[in-house]
């Protein structure tokens, strides 16, 4: 995804903490996520679920599958 995209949760492949961490954010299945910015040299990435505006390790985001709308 690039900064601007607008994406749909599929699925969250995670441990259980951080699936239940993830969950309390607000990051839940058919929920759609905008990108916003990404930080250089592998840096996190904030992302907007809602209303929300959230910082996520790159590790974090790749257990997140969402489809591009």
């Given at each position: 995804?690039?900064?601007?995209?607008?994406a749909t949760i599929?699925?969250?492949?995670?441990?259980?903490?951080?699936?239940?961490?993830?969950?309390?954010?607000?990051?839940?299945?058919?929920?759609?996520?905008?990108?916003?910015?990404?930080?250089?040299?592998?840096?996190?990435?904030?992302v907007r679920v809602?209303?929300?505006?959230?910082?996520?390790?790159?590790?974090?985001?790749?257990?997140?599958?969402?489809?591009?709308?």
């Open positions: 995804m690039l900064p601007g995209d607008i599929v699925s969250i492949h995670a441990e259980e903490a951080l699936h239940l961490r993830l969950l309390a954010l607000g990051f839940r299945n058919g929920k759609q996520i905008e990108l916003i910015r990404k930080a250089s040299f592998s840096g996190p990435l904030q809602g209303t929300t505006d959230v910082i996520l390790r790159r590790a974090e985001a790749a257990r997140i599958r969402v489809q591009k709308t």
